[in-house]
Structures are given as structure tokens and as C-alpha cells.
């Protein structure tokens, strides 16, 4: 019988803890008194009736109505007290939450998870800003599109690429009169099309970065949202894949995995990397830039070099004195 005494003893003492934690607890919501308590309504009272004893409270309590410092930080404490009753109860939703808290205190975690929910969630429907933003996303791609047959244009105009392509589609046929097929056509048509064969080659072998990147379906938002735990599974699957491999086997670094480590020790992102010349990229490769104390000597070498750079310009030195 002794650990039945024991498990007694264990529940007297587990149900006087709740009920002093229970008689200790204060209202989460307003603090030492029951929100309804603080307007002076109860819970049968309507929308109308706590808006009507907010706004006599609020004018009677409001810190502006004091004039010694003690007064008014008394002030504003029940003020801030008030419209915080008054936030709580005057939408049904939060009203509704609030009186679940009143029947149900047992549930402490419950009902401080949807308090706190509500204080620090997100305040619109998120279905909302979709339907808000969708049209914007769509404007965004439309300019993207824009910006990419704008460098595609600019590319077709210079010498070099336009020959290149030209040679291209010569070879590969493309660019062959058919004098049947033409000869319904105008002159700016046959150049039309020859332009769209020129521009459809540069397009197909340059590999544009940046701003006038060829827009991508992923870019979108919503689709972004919808991809969401795919695109989560894989940086998860590759950072485990890369914890496996590099820090507990101690594999060595293959070439994409040395220009990975290198981006990141630049703190630039790919699109930044990508940019780089080849020869730049070669140079750190051979320096072994993934290695962190080389990084950091070549780094302080380069920041060295750019100090003596901006010392000896003009420009710069004329920012230092209008900056002074």
C-alpha cells in the first residue's frame, strides 16, 4: 500500500499547484482586472454600450487630463488599460476568444497561444493580399519580358553577335529564300523574319544575367508560395547531403562545390557570381579561395588595394572634403 500512499500524496500536491497557479494567474488580456471589469460593462453587455463607456472612460483617463508627472503615468496606465479592454471586446472575434479564456482558465496554454496568435499574427487574410498582389506579380513579369527583348534587340544590334548568329543560322539553314514561299511577302516582312531567326539564335546561345534575366514561371509569387515545401525538402536534403559528405566523411571539394564555398565567402548571390568574368573566377579557383585563411589574406589584399585606389583619386577626395 505504500505507493498508493505515494500516488496520493503526488496528486494532493499536483492539485493544490494548479489551484494556487490558477488563484496566482492574472488576465492576459488586461492585466490585474477583468477586461469587462475595467469599462464597467459585463458580458451580456452590446457593441454599442462598450463603446459608449470606452469613450467616457478614455476622456476621463486620458494623460492629458493630468498635470503632475505621477498623475499622469497613473493616467496613462489605465488609460493604455482601457483601450486595451476596448480592442479585446469590441470585435466578436477577439470578444469571442476572450470569454473562452473566462470559462475555460484551466486551458493556460490554450488560451495564451491565442492570445499571443492574435497579438503578434498577421492582421490581413492572406488569401487578401493574393488577390492584391497578383495583378502586380503579373505586371512585374509583363516588364520582365520587356527588359529581356530589350537586351535581346540591343545584342542583335552589335557587330560581333549579329555576325555570329548570322553564320549560325546560315549553317544551320535557317536563313535559306524560298522564292515561292516569299513571293506574297513584302520586303519588310523577309527582313522581319530574318530579324526574329537572328534574335531567336542570340537568345538561344546568351545566357543573360541580371535585371534583363529571361523570366522564369518559378518567379511568380503565388507559384513560389505553392513550391514552397518542395523547394524546402531540397535546401534541406542538400545542406544534410553536404553536412554527410564534407563535414563527417571529409570528402574533398569538387569544382562546383569549391565555386559554391567561394560565393559565399564573397557574400554576393549567384546571379552576382555568374556575372563575373571567367578569368576572375579561374584566379580564385587557383588561389584555393574556399579555403577561409587564404580568403581572408586575399580579401585584406584587396580591400589594401582599394584604399590606395580611392587615396589617389581625385573624386574621392573630393567627396572627404565636401563629407568634412
Given at each position: 500500500?505504500?505507493?498508493?500512499?505515494?500516488?496520493?500524496?503526488?496528486?494532493?500536491?499536483?492539485?493544490?499547484?494548479?489551484?494556487?497557479?490558477?488563484?496566482?494567474?492574472?488576465?492576459?488580456?488586461?492585466?490585474?482586472?477583468?477586461?469587462?471589469?475595467?469599462?464597467?460593462?459585463?458580458?451580456?453587455s452590446s457593441k454599442k454600450e462598450i463603446s459608449k463607456a470606452y469613450r467616457k472612460l478614455a476622456g476621463k483617463w486620458h494623460p492629458d487630463m493630468f498635470r503632475t508627472e505621477e498623475e499622469k503615468e497613473l493616467g496613462e496606465k489605465k488609460f493604455m488599460q482601457i483601450a486595451t479592454a476596448y480592442e479585446t471586446l469590441r470585435e466578436d472575434e477577439s470578444r469571442t476568444e476572450y470569454d473562452y479564456m473566462l470559462e475555460h482558465p484551466e486551458e493556460m496554454w490554450r488560451n495564451y497561444y491565442r492570445y499571443y496568435r492574435r497579438r503578434v499574427g498577421p492582421k490581413v487574410d492572406v488569401r487578401l493580399v493574393l488577390a492584391v498582389t497578383s495583378p502586380d506579380q503579373r505586371r512585374a513579369v509583363l516588364f520582365a519580358w520587356n527588359y529581356y527583348n530589350e537586351a535581346i534587340k540591343c545584342l542583335a544590334a552589335i557587330p560581333k553577335?549579329?555576325?555570329?548568329?548570322?553564320?549560325?543560322?546560315?549553317?544551320?539553314?535557317?536563313?535559306?529564300?524560298?522564292?515561292?514561299?516569299?513571293?506574297?511577302?513584302?520586303?519588310?516582312?523577309?527582313?522581319?523574319?530574318?530579324e526574329n531567326v537572328i534574335r531567336g539564335i542570340i537568345a538561344?546561345?546568351?545566357?543573360?544575367?541580371?535585371?534583363?534575366?529571361?523570366?522564369?514561371?518559378?518567379?511568380?509569387?503565388?507559384?513560389?508560395?505553392?513550391?514552397?515545401?518542395?523547394?524546402?525538402?531540397?535546401?534541406t536534403a542538400f545542406y544534410l547531403s553536404w553536412l554527410w559528405r564534407f563535414g563527417i566523411r571529409r570528402e574533398e571539394y569538387g569544382r562546383e562545390e569549391q565555386l559554391y564555398v567561394i560565393r559565399k565567402n564573397l557574400?554576393?548571390?549567384?546571379?552576382?557570381?555568374?556575372?563575373?568574368?571567367?578569368?576572375?573566377?579561374?584566379?580564385?579557383?587557383?588561389?584555393?579561395?574556399?579555403?577561409?585563411?587564404?580568403?581572408k589574406v586575399w580579401k585584406a589584399e584587396k580591400d589594401a588595394e582599394m584604399r590606395i585606389k580611392m587615396a589617389s583619386s581625385g573624386r574621392y577626395k573630393q567627396y572627404r572634403r565636401y563629407m568634412k
Open positions: 500500500m505504500g505507493w498508493v500512499s505515494c500516488l496520493v500524496l503526488v496528486v494532493v500536491v499536483v492539485t493544490a499547484t494548479m489551484a494556487q497557479e490558477q488563484e496566482d494567474m492574472v488576465d492576459i488580456y488586461c492585466g490585474d482586472m477583468n477586461c469587462y471589469e475595467v469599462l464597467g460593462v459585463n458580458r451580456d553577335y549579329r555576325i555570329q548568329a548570322t553564320e549560325i543560322a546560315k549553317s544551320d539553314g535557317l536563313l535559306k529564300k524560298d522564292k515561292k514561299a516569299d513571293r506574297w511577302k513584302s520586303k519588310e516582312e523577309v527582313r522581319e523574319e530574318e538561344d546561345k546568351m545566357d543573360i544575367k541580371g535585371g534583363y534575366a529571361k523570366p522564369h514561371w518559378t518567379d511568380v509569387l503565388w507559384i513560389q508560395m505553392i513550391i514552397f515545401p518542395l523547394t524546402t525538402y531540397r535546401w557574400g554576393v548571390s549567384q546571379g552576382q557570381f555568374d556575372q563575373m568574368e571567367e578569368e576572375e573566377v579561374e584566379d580564385m579557383l587557383e588561389l584555393e579561395l574556399w579555403e577561409k585563411d587564404k580568403f
